[in-house]
C-alpha cells in the first residue's frame, strides 16, 4: 500500500500547489481520493495511469475536492475507456455532473456508476477481494466524509525448508496450505500448517480525514490504522479561524492521531497564509512524534 499526494492545499490553487487529490495503490490497483481542479494534470505529470482507476471517493461538495472531475471524467472517454467507473460521493454530486455533460452534449461511453453517500453514521461502501472500504463521517460546512481503507489478510506463505522435509507434499498441494489448511498423510495422519507456512504480514490500513473540526468522535473508527491523512488547515495561533470554518489545526490532528495510536500521520490541507509549512510538523509533533507534512508529488510507504 502506497499514498501518492496530488494536492494538498486548500481553497485556490497556486503555480506550485494543488488542491486536495490524492491516489493510494493498493494490491495493484489504483484509487483516487478527492479530485481537486488540476487532478489529472498531476495524475500525467506523476506517470499514475488513468485506466488503473475504478474507483474515486469525493469527501465533500467543495470544489476544492471535486472540481478536477468532470475533465477527468470527460479525458476518459476520449482515450476510449471502455471499463467501468465506480464514483463514491455525497448526494448532489451525480446531478452536477450529469448536468455538466448534458449542457455540453458529452457523451460518456463507458460504464459510469454513482454511489450516493447520504448516511451520518460509519458504513462500508466497498468490498473487493482485495480490500474493504467504510465511511468516516466528518464534520465540515457541509455533508463530508473521511475514507478507510484496509486490505484483506494476504495469504500464508510456504516455509519451503520445513516442505521440503515430507516429500509427499506436491505442488498441488501449496495452494491449500497457503489458504491455512493441514496436510493430511496417505496414512491419515496430519501434518498441522503451522509447521509448513509462516504468518502473512498483518493488512494494511489508510485512513482518509479531509475536511473537519476536531472530532474526537472518529478515534474509534480509526484505532490502531497504520496511516492517518488528517487535515490541518491552521496552526493553533488561529485556532479560532478553525472553529469559524469547520477546520483543524495541526496540534489537533496531532492529538486525534495519539488517542487513535495510529502509526503514522500525514497532515495536509494547508491554508496560504503560512509561507513555512514545516511550521505544521513542528507543531503536531509537541503532541505525535510521528508526524510528516503531506507535497505534492512526495509518496508515503503505508
Not at 127 to 139: A, M, S
Not at 154 to 165: C, F, G, S, T, Y
Not at 261 to 277: A, I, N, Q, W
Request: net charge neutral; charged share 25%; hydrophobic share 40%.
Amino acid at each position: 500500500m502506497k499514498l501518492h499526494i496530488l494536492g494538498c492545499h486548500s481553497a485556490t490553487p497556486r503555480s506550485t500547489v494543488f488542491p486536495s487529490a490524492q491516489v493510494l495503490e493498493i494490491n495493484n490497483e489504483l484509487l483516487l481520493i478527492d479530485a481537486g481542479e488540476g487532478m489529472q494534470i498531476q495524475l500525467r505529470k506523476y506517470k499514475h495511469k488513468f485506466n488503473k482507476i475504478q474507483h474515486i471517493f469525493i469527501s465533500h461538495l467543495h470544489g476544492d475536492h471535486f472540481f478536477g472531475l468532470p475533465g477527468f471524467l470527460s479525458s476518459l472517454r476520449l482515450i476510449g475507456r471502455e471499463k467501468p467507473m465506480h464514483i463514491y460521493a455525497p448526494v448532489g454530486l451525480k446531478q452536477i455532473i450529469e448536468l455538466i455533460f448534458k449542457l455540453t452534449q458529452t457523451d460518456i461511453n463507458y460504464p459510469l456508476f454513482f454511489h450516493e453517500l447520504g448516511s451520518s453514521e460509519s458504513e462500508v461502501i466497498l468490498e473487493t477481494d482485495k480490500f474493504t472500504v467504510k465511511t468516516i463521517p466528518l464534520e465540515h460546512r457541509v455533508y463530508t466524509n473521511g475514507f478507510w481503507i484496509r486490505e484483506k489478510p494476504a495469504l500464508r506463505k510456504l516455509n519451503i525448508d520445513a516442505v521440503k522435509q515430507y516429500p509427499e507434499i506436491e505442488t498441488w498441494a501449496y495452494h491449500n496450505l497457503k489458504r491455512g489448511k493441514d496436510f493430511v498423510r496417505e496414512d491419515g495422519s496430519i501434518i498441522p500448517n503451522d509447521k509448513l507456512t509462516l504468518p502473512p504480514p498483518p493488512p494494511k490500513s489508510y485512513a482518509y480525514c479531509s475536511d473537519t473540526v476536531y472530532k474526537p468522535g472518529i478515534v474509534p473508527l480509526i484505532e490502531g490504522i497504520d496511516m492517518l491523512y488528517h487535515e490541518s488547515t491552521f496552526l493553533e495561533i488561529h485556532k479560532e479561524l478553525a472553529v469559524k470554518t469547520k477546520h483543524s489545526t495541526a496540534k489537533q490532528a496531532a492529538q486525534i492521531a495519539k488517542d487513535a495510536g495510529v502509526k503514522f500521520l500525514v497532515l495536509g490541507h494547508f491554508s496560504s497564509r503560512y509561507p513555512d509549512e514545516n511550521a505544521f510538523k513542528k507543531e503536531a509533533m509537541e503532541i505525535f512524534e510521528n508526524v510528516d507534512i503531506a507535497e505534492e508529488g512526495k509518496s508515503f510507504e503505508v
